[in-house]
């Protein structure tokens, strides 16, 4: 697939920069704010729960991904909730990834 | 990220996102336009715009100044992560750069989303210990004299910098001003850029 990077159809970027570098991305980061925006929780209540997100990947060994703290503090706080627990989303997760090859997964 | 890590990550998003919406607590439209609306409509071409205002509106320079989120409220620019939104100005005497030593708190409504150094493990801890050495290897060598102050983002404060007007730039209007008033000169690594 090849993209137009300067046309009017380019990417998203800022400075050069896109501003999300994948799809999961951008959706996770819109599951959050809409969200939040519904009044399900407080963005002080997300914020701790990245702070502290990114402060374990900080001191572990696997590599820095910002969107990986954002998405594991995401669930980690609708798990907290009573809104959506880990054993839930690891069960959909594992039957998504059963699904035909060759199925397009969203975007 | 491998891509063995960006499958995971794709597929527990999916997941989660078909989860929330059977349980009926999302609205995938409105994941699609939150996402629209910061890929597309906002950035630091709003926050580009407010400087240049301040460049050349010596009244709404002291307005912005004084009460940041009123004054950027101005232009029509708001919402969240800006409800405390405080400007630094850069003189010739004083340098100011902004940092979420914590995590990633960033003025979205003037800067759209932050870039992913700014987010990064070696910038935020960096900036702070060693300022001149950082700025120097993004671009920015300051003198010796330059008062340097380093601004900590907040749950409750964000910071936006008004840097220098460029030399050279008397005469130009606003919409040109605003042209070379990059992300990085708003956030305090970069000056802006001289008349274009």
């Not at chain 1, 599951?31 to 519904?38: D, H, K, M, N, S």
């Not at chain 1, 991904?65 to 798990?79: F, P, V």
């Not at chain 2, 493990?121 to 700025?135: C, D, G, K, M, Q």
Request: proline share 6%.
């Amino acid at each position: 697939m090849t993209v137009d990077l300067s046309g009017p159809a380019a990417p998203p970027r800022r400075n050069g920069e896109l501003v999300f570098a994948a799809p999961w991305e951008s959706r996770v980061f819109g599951i959050t704010l809409a969200l939040q925006e519904a009044g399900l929780f407080g963005w002080d209540e997300f914020r701790e729960r990245l702070i502290a997100a990114i402060a374990a990947q900080e001191r572990g060994n696997a590599g820095w991904s910002y969107y990986a703290c954002w998405a594991g503090a995401l669930e980690a706080l609708l798990a907290a909730r009573g809104i959506c627990s880990v054993a839930e989303l690891d069960v959909r997760a594992e039957r998504l990834a059963m699904r035909a090859p060759g199925h397009d997964h969203r975007r | 990220m491998s891509d063995h890590e960006d499958d995971r990550e794709t597929l527990r998003a999916e997941a989660l996102e078909s989860l929330l919406r059977e349980k009926g607590l999302l609205d995938p439209a409105a994941v699609d336009a939150i996402v629209r609306f910061y890929e597309q409509d906002v950035g630091p071409m709003n926050g580009a715009k407010v400087v240049a205002r301040a460049w050349v509106d010596p009244a709404y320079r002291r307005r912005l100044l004084d009460d940041g989120t009123r004054a950027i409220a101005e232009l029509g620019f708001g919402g969240p992560q800006s409800e405390h939104l405080v400007v630094l100005e850069n003189t010739p005497a004083v340098h100011n750069v902004v940092v979420c030593t914590l995590c990633s708190c960033y003025p979205w409504p003037v800067l759209g989303l932050p870039p992913s150094w700014y987010k990064d493990p070696a910038y935020r801890s960096r900036v702070v210990r060693e300022t001149r050495a950082v700025l120097a290897e993004m671009g920015l060598t300051l003198e010796e004299g330059v008062e340097i102050r380093v601004w900590d983002s907040s749950a409750e404060v964000r910071y936006l910098v008004l840097p220098e007007r460029p030399a050279g730039s008397e005469g130009l209007g606003e919409e040109a001003l605003a042209t070379p008033v990059t992300r990085d000169a708003m956030i305090g690594v970069a000056r802006a850029k001289g008349a274009v």
